[in-house]
């Protein structure tokens, strides 16, 4: 099977003031996610002069990806597409029908399975694909990645920095808190062929990057109706719990993300870190791998697997992954 195009594949962001409620509604529309927590969210974004630094980081990505597809020998042309916000995805297979692309590899900001991390992706390839019609090119998506050594790696040497860090400010025992994006729970129980796919390979990412040190896996950035469950405990809580428990410091180590996007810096760096001083907690959280020439090779890597079909499939743990998402794989759940 030939590709003809790379497609950076991600969630998008608003760029300025006025982007903030149209992208909100883009990520929101038939979700059930009552008023006062967009409110909520657009007040996140206004902190940061509207502007989600995601958009800036997929150019970075861009920027790095270009000259390593180059040095190894693999020519294709890149694109670049979003969920949410501009460049819309739809817009960009438009221009890759125009440019004559047959079939492109996506590779997609997100290393797990669920419906939102996984499966919503596939679904926006499809509507972008039905929105342009006619000769829109095929889109295969880049297999999970979240214990591949380039996710894996430079997660673990960011955990370590912000380790020291917090070990030379704490006075008594410092603990660290894995956290990813809290889902639904019945999303979670349908993620993945068989369910609970996404904490499985959570906590297959956490325990490669931690290595022997003891750790917790607990969520952030809940969204929706306060009266549907989501995966808890949340980060602020569980820092609750770890302070009465006699924690002197914590670690928060995002191991559910590839870059330092909003949900990153409004939900760790401003609000976990205000519940942590408040708290008496040395805090400190470890950099994502934004454009770690590690996983910029991984992404080369991953390319590569399809393009040479029998190629080595790097990976550290034991949870499966496969290029082709099974039908019914993490379905989309019910909206109210
Ligand atoms: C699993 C997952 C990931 C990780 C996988 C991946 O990376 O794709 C992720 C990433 C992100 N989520 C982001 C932003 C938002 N997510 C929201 C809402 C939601 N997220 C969900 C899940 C996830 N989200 C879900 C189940 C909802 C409820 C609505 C629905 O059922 O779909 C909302 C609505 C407002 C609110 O938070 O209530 C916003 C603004 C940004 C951009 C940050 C920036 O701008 O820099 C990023 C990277
Ligand atoms: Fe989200």
Redesign the pocket.
């Known amino acids: 099977m030939g590709y003809d195009a790379f497609l950076l594949l991600?969630?998008?962001?608003?760029e300025g003031p006025e982007d903030v409620l149209p992208?909100?509604e883009n990520?929101?529309r038939g979700?059930?996610?009552p008023p006062e927590?967009?409110a909520?969210?657009a007040g996140?974004?206004r902190r940061f002069g509207g502007v989600?630094?995601?958009n800036q980081?997929c150019r970075d990505l861009i920027a790095a990806v270009r000259p390593a597809l180059a040095d190894a020998g693999v020519d294709l042309p890149i694109y670049w597409g979003n969920?949410?916000?501009h460049p819309m995805l739809a817009d960009t297979v438009a221009r890759m029908r125009d440019d004559g692309v047959r079939h492109a590899l996506a590779f997609?900001?997100?290393?797990?399975g669920?419906?939102?991390?996984c499966r919503?992706?596939l679904d926006d390839i499809a509507a972008a694909r039905r929105a342009v019609g006619p000769g829109a090119p095929v889109i295969s998506k880049i297999r999970h990645f979240h214990d591949h050594p380039g996710y894996v790696r430079p997660h673990a040497d960011a955990l370590r920095d912000a380790l020291a860090k917090v070990t030379a400010a704490a006075d008594g025992p410092v603990r660290i808190a894995f956290t990813?994006?809290?889902?639904?729970t019945a999303?979670a129980a349908t993620a993945g062929p068989t369910g609970r796919r996404?904490e499985a390979q959570l906590r297959e990412t956490a325990s490669l990057v931690a290595g022997d040190l003891p750790w917790d896996l607990v969520w952030q950035?809940?969204?929706?109706s306060p009266h549907t469950p989501?995966l808890e405990p949340d980060i602020n809580d569980h820092l609750v719990a770890l302070a009465d428990a006699g924690a002197a410091g914590v670690v928060v180590s995002p191991i559910?993300?590839?870059?330092d996007?909003?949900?990153?810096?409004w939900d760790l760096d401003t609000e976990a870190a205000a519940t942590a001083a408040k708290l008496g907690l040395a805090y400190a959280r470890a950099a994502t791998p934004g454009t770690d020439p590690r996983f910029v090779t991984m992404i080369v890597d991953l390319v590569r697997e399809r393009l040479e079909p029998g190629s080595p499939r790097a990976a550290l743990g034991s949870v499966p992954t496969w290029d082709e998402c099974p039908l019914g794989c993490c379905p989309a759940?019910r909206?109210p």
């Open positions: 991600s969630f998008g962001g608003p992208f909100l990520v929101t979700r059930g996610i927590r967009l909520e969210v996140h974004y989600s630094p995601i980081q969920r949410n916000w997609v900001t997100s290393a797990f669920s419906y939102s991390a919503q992706y990813a994006h809290s889902i639904p999303m996404y950035s809940r969204s929706g989501w559910g993300f590839v870059s996007h909003l949900e990153v810096i759940p909206r």
